[in-house]
Protein backbone atom coordinates (compact mmCIF):
# COMPACT_ATOMS: atom_id res chain seq x y z
CA UNK A 1 0.00 0.00 0.00
CA UNK A 2 2.72 2.58 -0.61
CA UNK A 3 1.99 6.33 -0.93
CA UNK A 4 3.36 8.77 -3.76
CA UNK A 5 6.52 8.35 -4.40
CA UNK A 6 9.14 10.30 -5.94
CA UNK A 7 12.59 9.86 -7.27
CA UNK A 8 15.48 10.86 -6.78
CA UNK A 9 14.98 12.43 -3.27
CA UNK A 10 18.26 15.17 -3.90
CA UNK A 11 19.53 15.85 -7.05
CA UNK A 12 22.54 18.16 -7.95
CA UNK A 13 22.69 19.85 -11.22
CA UNK A 14 25.70 21.79 -12.73
CA UNK A 15 23.78 25.42 -14.59
CA UNK A 16 22.94 24.23 -17.98
CA UNK A 17 21.92 20.35 -17.53
CA UNK A 18 18.85 18.80 -17.29
CA UNK A 19 16.69 17.84 -14.29
CA UNK A 20 14.23 14.83 -14.55
CA UNK A 21 11.89 14.38 -11.29
CA UNK A 22 9.98 11.44 -11.30
CA UNK A 23 6.74 10.94 -9.80
CA UNK A 24 4.66 7.43 -9.32
CA UNK A 25 0.93 8.72 -7.91
CA UNK A 26 -0.45 5.95 -5.21
CA UNK A 27 -2.27 3.25 -6.64
CA UNK A 28 -5.71 3.49 -7.88
CA UNK A 29 -4.54 7.18 -8.59
CA UNK A 30 -5.03 9.19 -11.94
CA UNK A 31 -4.44 12.79 -11.25
CA UNK A 32 -1.12 14.10 -10.45
CA UNK A 33 -0.06 17.47 -9.44
CA UNK A 34 3.54 19.00 -8.95
CA UNK A 35 4.72 22.27 -6.80
CA UNK A 36 7.56 23.90 -5.87
CA UNK A 37 8.59 24.88 -2.50
CA UNK A 38 11.44 27.39 -1.94
CA UNK A 39 12.98 27.99 1.72
CA UNK A 40 10.80 29.51 4.63
CA UNK A 41 7.47 29.48 1.84
CA UNK A 42 4.43 27.51 1.27
CA UNK A 43 3.77 25.07 -1.95
CA UNK A 44 3.22 26.92 -5.28
CA UNK A 45 1.13 25.05 -7.56
CA UNK A 46 3.07 24.32 -10.89
CA UNK A 47 0.76 21.54 -13.33
CA UNK A 48 -1.75 19.23 -12.99
CA UNK A 49 -1.88 16.30 -14.81
CA UNK A 50 -4.15 13.41 -15.34
CA UNK A 51 -2.90 10.13 -17.73
CA UNK A 52 -1.87 11.22 -20.80
CA UNK A 53 -3.26 15.12 -20.67
CA UNK A 54 -2.20 17.90 -18.93
CA UNK A 55 -5.46 19.72 -17.46
CA UNK A 56 -3.81 22.74 -15.67
CA UNK A 57 -0.33 24.27 -16.30
CA UNK A 58 -1.05 27.77 -15.60
CA UNK A 59 1.90 27.77 -12.63
CA UNK A 60 4.27 26.59 -15.08
CA UNK A 61 7.44 29.01 -16.25
CA UNK A 62 6.54 29.22 -20.34
CA UNK A 63 10.19 28.14 -20.53
CA UNK A 64 12.56 25.54 -20.02
CA UNK A 65 10.13 23.30 -17.66
CA UNK A 66 7.85 20.65 -19.17
CA UNK A 67 5.69 17.72 -17.63
CA UNK A 68 4.37 14.41 -18.64
CA UNK A 69 2.27 11.67 -17.21
CA UNK A 70 2.10 8.69 -19.87
CA UNK A 71 -0.04 5.81 -19.99
CA UNK A 72 2.54 3.47 -18.45
CA UNK A 73 4.94 4.70 -16.27
CA UNK A 74 5.25 7.62 -13.97
CA UNK A 75 5.05 11.42 -13.77
CA UNK A 76 7.72 13.56 -15.35
CA UNK A 77 8.50 16.78 -14.63
CA UNK A 78 11.27 18.15 -17.03
CA UNK A 79 13.89 21.21 -16.60
CA UNK A 80 15.69 22.07 -18.89
CA UNK A 81 19.02 24.27 -19.02
CA UNK A 82 18.87 24.87 -15.02
CA UNK A 83 19.71 28.08 -13.26
CA UNK A 84 20.71 28.58 -9.71
CA UNK A 85 16.53 30.07 -9.45
CA UNK A 86 15.30 26.35 -9.52
CA UNK A 87 16.89 25.52 -6.42
CA UNK A 88 14.13 24.02 -4.47
CA UNK A 89 11.70 20.94 -3.06
CA UNK A 90 9.47 19.80 -5.70
CA UNK A 91 6.99 17.99 -4.46
CA UNK A 92 4.20 15.60 -6.26
CA UNK A 93 0.64 14.59 -4.83
CA UNK A 94 -1.89 12.61 -6.61
CA UNK A 95 -5.18 11.71 -6.22
CA UNK A 96 -8.12 9.57 -7.18
CA UNK A 97 -10.88 12.14 -8.42
CA UNK A 98 -10.47 15.68 -9.30
CA UNK A 99 -8.65 18.35 -7.62
CA UNK A 100 -11.48 18.81 -4.82
CA UNK A 101 -10.36 15.20 -3.79
CA UNK A 102 -7.58 15.24 -0.46
CA UNK A 103 -4.18 15.53 -2.38
CA UNK A 104 -1.67 12.86 -0.77
CA UNK A 105 1.92 14.46 -1.29
CA UNK A 106 5.62 12.52 -1.85
CA UNK A 107 8.62 13.25 -0.07
CA UNK A 108 9.91 15.41 -2.51
CA UNK A 109 12.70 15.93 -4.34
CA UNK A 110 15.44 18.75 -3.05
CA UNK A 111 16.98 20.50 -6.65
CA UNK A 112 20.64 21.92 -5.89
CA UNK A 113 21.67 23.88 -8.88
CA UNK A 114 25.63 24.36 -8.59
CA UNK B 1 -5.00 36.69 -5.62
CA UNK B 2 -3.51 35.13 -2.66
CA UNK B 3 -5.12 32.72 -0.44
CA UNK B 4 -4.45 31.22 2.60
CA UNK B 5 -2.56 33.09 4.98
CA UNK B 6 -1.78 31.79 7.63
CA UNK B 7 -1.19 33.41 11.34
CA UNK B 8 0.81 33.65 12.97
CA UNK B 9 3.97 32.80 11.46
CA UNK B 10 5.68 31.29 13.79
CA UNK B 11 4.48 29.77 17.44
CA UNK B 12 6.44 28.38 20.53
CA UNK B 13 4.48 26.52 23.15
CA UNK B 14 4.60 24.00 26.11
CA UNK B 15 4.07 20.29 25.54
CA UNK B 16 0.47 19.86 27.06
CA UNK B 17 -0.48 23.52 25.64
CA UNK B 18 -3.03 23.74 23.61
CA UNK B 19 -1.93 25.61 20.27
CA UNK B 20 -4.14 27.57 17.14
CA UNK B 21 -3.46 28.21 14.10
CA UNK B 22 -5.40 30.90 11.99
CA UNK B 23 -5.79 30.46 8.18
CA UNK B 24 -7.43 33.51 5.96
CA UNK B 25 -8.55 33.75 2.27
CA UNK B 26 -10.10 35.95 0.13
CA UNK B 27 -12.21 33.91 -2.45
CA UNK B 28 -15.42 31.61 -1.80
CA UNK B 29 -13.85 28.32 -1.63
CA UNK B 30 -15.05 24.66 -2.27
CA UNK B 31 -12.67 23.51 0.87
CA UNK B 32 -10.03 23.96 3.28
CA UNK B 33 -7.73 21.93 4.04
CA UNK B 34 -4.68 21.24 6.99
CA UNK B 35 -1.14 20.02 5.85
CA UNK B 36 1.58 19.37 8.36
CA UNK B 37 5.15 19.26 7.12
CA UNK B 38 7.86 17.95 9.15
CA UNK B 39 11.21 19.86 8.73
CA UNK B 40 12.79 18.47 5.00
CA UNK B 41 9.43 16.25 4.33
CA UNK B 42 6.93 16.56 2.32
CA UNK B 43 3.23 17.05 3.17
CA UNK B 44 1.19 15.21 5.08
CA UNK B 45 -2.69 15.71 4.92
CA UNK B 46 -4.29 16.34 8.63
CA UNK B 47 -7.85 17.33 8.05
CA UNK B 48 -10.49 18.89 4.61
CA UNK B 49 -13.40 20.75 5.55
CA UNK B 50 -15.77 21.86 3.09
CA UNK B 51 -17.21 25.07 2.76
CA UNK B 52 -20.82 23.89 4.25
CA UNK B 53 -19.16 22.44 7.16
CA UNK B 54 -18.31 24.40 10.44
CA UNK B 55 -16.24 22.28 12.55
CA UNK B 56 -14.53 18.92 11.66
CA UNK B 57 -12.68 16.96 14.48
CA UNK B 58 -9.60 14.11 13.91
CA UNK B 59 -8.77 13.13 17.25
CA UNK B 60 -7.04 16.15 18.68
CA UNK B 61 -7.41 17.86 15.97
CA UNK B 62 -9.90 20.26 15.91
CA UNK B 63 -10.57 22.73 12.22
CA UNK B 64 -13.36 25.57 12.36
CA UNK B 65 -14.48 27.20 9.06
CA UNK B 66 -16.11 30.45 9.12
CA UNK B 67 -17.04 31.52 5.41
CA UNK B 68 -18.40 34.44 6.29
CA UNK B 69 -15.02 35.59 7.65
CA UNK B 70 -12.90 33.92 5.10
CA UNK B 71 -11.32 32.35 7.76
CA UNK B 72 -10.47 29.20 9.52
CA UNK B 73 -8.47 27.90 12.34
CA UNK B 74 -6.26 24.47 13.25
CA UNK B 75 -6.53 23.95 17.17
CA UNK B 76 -4.77 21.12 17.97
CA UNK B 77 -4.58 20.07 22.00
CA UNK B 78 -2.69 18.71 24.69
CA UNK B 79 0.69 19.51 22.21
CA UNK B 80 3.63 16.61 22.45
CA UNK B 81 6.87 17.50 21.22
CA UNK B 82 6.29 15.24 17.98
CA UNK B 83 3.50 17.40 16.90
CA UNK B 84 6.80 20.31 15.99
CA UNK B 85 6.11 21.09 12.43
CA UNK B 86 5.30 23.20 10.04
CA UNK B 87 1.48 23.75 9.64
CA UNK B 88 -0.62 25.06 5.86
CA UNK B 89 -3.85 25.89 4.69
CA UNK B 90 -4.28 25.57 1.31
CA UNK B 91 -7.54 26.78 0.06
CA UNK B 92 -9.70 25.41 -3.03
CA UNK B 93 -11.51 28.09 -4.64
CA UNK B 94 -14.79 27.90 -6.21
CA UNK B 95 -16.29 27.93 -9.14
CA UNK B 96 -14.15 26.21 -11.65
CA UNK B 97 -10.91 23.99 -12.00
CA UNK B 98 -8.71 26.27 -9.99
CA UNK B 99 -5.50 24.60 -8.09
CA UNK B 100 -4.90 24.86 -4.50
CA UNK B 101 -3.44 27.42 -2.71
CA UNK B 102 -1.34 27.12 -0.20
CA UNK B 103 -0.39 29.86 2.56
CA UNK B 104 3.37 29.97 3.49
CA UNK B 105 2.44 28.08 7.13
CA UNK B 106 2.60 28.61 10.42
CA UNK B 107 5.95 26.63 12.45
CA UNK B 108 4.96 25.56 15.45
CA UNK B 109 7.74 24.42 17.86
CA UNK B 110 6.52 21.96 21.69
CA UNK B 111 8.71 22.02 23.81
CA UNK B 112 9.66 19.40 26.34
Known amino acids: NAGVMQNPRHLVRRRGQEARLRCSPM?????VYWYRQLPEEGLKFMVY????????ESGMPKERFSAEFPKEGPSILRIQQVVRGDSAAYFC????????????FGPGTRLTVL | SQQGEEDPQALSIQEGENATMNCSYK?????LQWYRQNSGRGLVHLIL?????REKHSGRLRVTLDTSKKSSSLLITASRAADTASYFC????????????FGKGTRLSVIA
Open chain 1, 93 to 104: ASSGAGKTDTQY
Open chain 1, 27 to 31: KGHSH
Open chain 1, 49 to 56: LQKENIID
Open chain 2, 27 to 31: TSINN
Open chain 2, 49 to 53: IRSNE
Open chain 2, 90 to 101: ATDASPGNTPLV
